[in-house]
């Protein structure tokens, strides 16, 4: 790999070399390569070392380079003139220097910070990445603000991951799945999550014969290319799941049961209340012991059978195994009825329910590294867009979930995989609660809260998150909250700083997002090029584009579990950015520099992201992006990974292993 010359402003004639960075154009983080020619980005190619793309890349970060060079990018920081905002308006955009704005932000802060500082409210999106996730994040936590979210991606369908695994998203394992589910979902085509993974681990199984079933309202390319589209109306994919839930449990009695015995909490025993039967003095659920006729711990070493079904009669009180209440619920949803409610033939959920039951091949077992494993090629999958997203979303996907807990297919070869349960060095992420729950052990600041959640409570926040205990980004409650529950909120939010994310745009409804921040007195804005949410601002910072751009790491949770590989990327700049643009983190610490934040935001970080004894951040130092993560890549892996060597070398990965 060709080594970054240190400046790009003045290259020598002749120049045509390769950088190694990363697309960040979506969640994803894909690896590329930055074709350079005498100093002018040329083409953005796929890195085939990458293990997140190996070397693929979609129609977006293949256009990478119209956003760089695009003539209309901003390059200086803008006033709005015009104090009407929305569609129409013309915002009478006025230059204003950097320092001009600069002061007038920390001028703001300084005044909000003494008085209430909740009513600053930070909104970071999903394409700013995590260096300026954690400078915000300690920002926020700095200035004592609780408004402080990242963006509105993977919503329900983390929060489902969560409660069944422990992790912040799951896929289908494509190397051995036989038959996949997909509910409003266009898993492995160039949609969501692990995007160009997803699209050639699905080309392959199709190719080795893997049978792939569709519900979807829309027939959506996903849906035209599988064997079998169900049609059937919208927002009805959670009744669906309950009715093959039911085909299963009730009608053909297909389940795994040492799975549901061993690794859930289907034999605890739950009572009139809802809750679970506990031991007097541990507080430890209990189960029914079938061989001994009683109830004990569910981790007792005595504990020979548990029971899965059945009525037990405990101190005067009647308990069941929570999967028997589970069974029963389902009975609820007969084909029948729910044909009637989603249009899906009858038939067609019998039928489907004993194929996923019988291809799921309860008992089968394979060898990997070594290491037996039961082998359960069947997976139901909902992503974070489509069904998940009506109401009721994470009922919903935990029903399309619970198809894959009945049949064992869960973080097994062929089934649903968890992607974050083990972190970097093979350490296990999560951890058990003393209900023998998972609990998630990683996260990061402003982001995922743990199993079992919060208990609702008065909202502090504007988004109103308090109210929601399983909600993890509620970022459609913004506009709602300020337009439709303002008196919910106990202060006036006074200044709203936005960055990476078109709240307008990825909201349900544009023109209501609009009236929504219509209402927020003043709108700081940070990006690089105009778009419908930087047109409601009232002051904009020109910030660096991404191909301009040096972030590390890039992955999402540190390290994006590919399914063979470990790995961390940077992004590096393939060309300095123009002058007057600058790097968001860069303009965070010029404020936390302004407003005396410098010496919590730099202990804080110091924390956050682990720097070692060498490269702690002094108290009082302003410290630069390019500073900053660069000590974290020597914090990381040694004095020896700096800038330069990720420039040669492009990205750390290594291979994992369950030997
Ligand atoms: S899927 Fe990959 S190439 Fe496409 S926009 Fe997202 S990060 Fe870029």
């Not at 074709?35 to 693929?56: L, M, S, T």
């Not at 069944?164 to 494509?174: A, I, R, V």
């Not at 202060?491 to 009236?515: F, H, K, T, W």
């Amino acid at each position: 790999m060709d080594a970054l010359p240190t400046s790009t402003r003045s290259v020598p004639s002749g120049e045509d070399i390769r950088i190694p960075s990363v697309c960040k154009m979506c969640g994803n983080g894909c690896g590329i390569l930055i074709h350079r020619v005498n100093g002018v980005v040329v083409k953005i190619d796929g890195n085939p070392d990458n293990p997140h793309n190996f070397g693929k890349l979609c129609a977006k970060g293949l256009s990478g380079i119209m956003a760089l060079y695009d003539p209309n990018r901003l390059r200086s920081c803008l006033r709005r003139t015009n104090p009407r905002k929305g569609p129409g308006q013309d915002p009478g955009w006025k230059e204003v220097s950097w320092e001009e704005a600069l002061e007038e932000v920390a001028t703001r802060m300084r005044k909000i910070k003494a008085d209430d500082p909740r009513k600053l409210m930070f909104v970071n999106g999903i394409t700013e990445i995590e260096m300026s996730r954690q400078v915000g994040a300690a920002f926020g936590e700095s200035f004592r603000t609780p408004n402080y979210t990242t963006g509105v991606s993977f919503g329900t369908h983390t929060r489902v991951s969560f409660l069944n695994t422990g992790s912040m998203h799951s896929e289908p394992d494509f190397d051995y799945c036989r038959l996949l589910i997909l509910f409003g979902s266009q898993k492995g085509s160039i949609s969501g999550h692990d995007t160009m993974k997803s699209a050639m681990g699905m080309a392959d199984a199709r190719e080795r014969g893997m049978k792939v079933v569709v519900f979807d309202p829309l027939c959506t390319p996903t849906a035209s290319k599988a064997d079998e589209w169900i049609p059937l109306i919208p927002g009805t994919d959670g009744a669906v799941a309950l009715s093959l839930l039911h085909v299963l449990l009730n009608e053909l009695g297909i389940m795994d049961r040492i799975f549901l015995k061993q690794q859930t909490n289907g034999p605890y025993l739950v009572g009139p209340s809802g809750h679970y039967l506990r031991h007097a003095k541990s507080g430890k659920p209990l189960v029914w012991d079938v061989t001994d006729r009683m109830a004990k711990a569910y981790d007792d070493p005595g504990l020979a059978e548990p029971a899965l079904t059945g009525e037990f009669e405990i101190d005067g009180q009647t308990w069941r195994p929570a999967l028997d209440l589970l069974r029963l619920h389902v009975g609820k949803f007969p084909p029948e009825r729910v044909e009637t409610i989603s249009t899906v033939p009858a038939d067609t959920l019998r039928r489907l329910a004993r194929e996923f039951g019988e291809s799921a091949q309860i008992g089968a077992t394979m060898s990997v590294d070594g290491v037996p494993m039961p082998l359960r090629p069947v997976c139901s999958f909902a992503d974070s867009r489509g069904s998940t997203c009506h109401t009721q979303g994470v009922w919903t996907g935990t029903a399309i979930q619970l198809l894959n807990v009945m049949v064992g297919s869960v973080d097994v070869p062929g089934g649903s995989i968890s992607t974050s349960i083990v972190g970097p060095g093979e350490k296990l992420r999560v951890t058990e609660s003393p209900d023998g729950m998972i609990l998630f052990g990683g996260g990061r600041p402003g982001g995922e809260a743990q199993y079992p959640g919060q208990r609702p409570r008065a909202p502090e926040t504007v988004e109103l998150h308090e109210l929601f205990p399983v909600g993890k980004q509620p970022r459609p409650m913004l506009g709602l909250a300020l337009l439709d529950y303002p008196e919910l909120i106990p202060y006036q939010l006074e200044m709203l700083i936005i960055l990476g994310s078109n709240v307008v745009m990825s909201g349900a409804d544009p023109r209501r997002m609009v009236e929504a921040l219509q209402r927020v007195p003043f709108i700081v804005a940070l990006g690089d090029r105009l778009d419908e949410t930087l047109e409601c601002a009232d002051l904009i910072f020109p910030t660096a584009q991404g191909l301009e751009r040096l972030d590390f790491p890039v992955n999402r949770l540190e390290g994006w579990v590919t399914g063979r590989h470990w790995y961390f990327t940077a992004r590096l700049p393939a060309v300095e950015p123009p002058p007057g643009v600058r790097h968001t983190v860069d303009i965070f610490m010029e404020w936390a520099d302004r407003i005396g934040l410098l010496p919590e935001i730099n202990q804080r970080l110091n924390a956050q992201l682990g720097f070692s004894e060498s490269q702690r951040l002094e108290a009082d130092r302003r410290y630069s992006n390019t500073e900053i993560v660069e000590r974290r890549m020597r914090s990381m892996f040694g004095a020896d990974h700096d800038i330069s060597w990720f420039q040669k070398n492009g990205l750390v990965a290594w291979e994992r292993s369950l030997a």
